[in-house]
């Protein structure tokens, strides 16, 4: 699903490859414009960027380990460079939707306002059919609807498994089943501009959260990882135990 979208999107640059330079100076000049972000840091492109990266791949935010603690491995180190190369994988996602738009002429199609008529997903549509023509934007409605169905099914095991953990109440199952469905219904209806500032605002709760547990958990990542490359160093393949970094409430690896 991915591979594929990243194929066109890189075709679509090699057929204008005489614009690389100039969309890449639109982009870094967008992005340091230091006018701009002093004047107005929170509606910078640089920290839209970051809001929206963040939305995308969730590093940093603590939901992304409920599935890495599912995984079946013999070191947490693995497990956590596997987490890693997703965050390298979103970022070329990304970067391929941005550059769908930026070598096209779908961006520069603005109202009587001044502002662009096609923003968000109509806007990649656009772009996709001046590249494909009608197979463009049926391509592109697809993957959105395949990304978006692995992200609802991601998203709900986290939250169920996190729910399981806190009760086992049937109850408590089930209500929390009937605000899942009631909330992709909602997050379907409401405006665009709301619901980003919605996932804008429980994302840095979820974000500030985790932090604190991550400076909190510093030395013993540090202390993981170091085993990590001692055994890699000496030949073996890494295997952990808990017990003999003296590492406590991971009795499971043991």
Known sequence: MAL??????????????????????????????????FSGFAGSVLVIGIKRGLFSNEAGMGSAPN????AITSHPAKQGIIQSFAVLLDLIICTSS????????????????????????PLVQEAMREYYGEFGIH???IAIVLFAITSLIGNY???????????????AFNLFRISAVLAVLIGSLIDLKLAWNLADLTMAFM???NIISLLLLGKIVSKVLEDFEK?????LDPKFCAKKLGIKNAECWD
């Open 4 to 37: 594929a979208y990243v194929i066109l999107a890189v075709y679509a640059v090699l057929i204008n490859y005489e614009k690389i330079p100039s969309v890449l100076k639109m982009v870094f000049e967008s992005a340091f414009d230091f006018k701009a972000i």
């Open 67 to 70: 599935a890495a603690a599912s």
């Open 98 to 121: 941005a550059f769908l738009v930026l070598f096209s002429m779908a961006y520069l199609d603005l109202g009587s306002d001044g502002k662009p008529l096609l923003t968000a997903m």
């Open 139 to 141: 391509f592109i409605s």
């Open 157 to 171: 095991y986290y939250a169920q498994a996190n729910v399981k953990y806190l009760t086992n109440s049937k109850l």
């Open 207 to 209: 974000a500030t959260t």
């Open 231 to 235: 055994q890699r160093k000496d030949g």
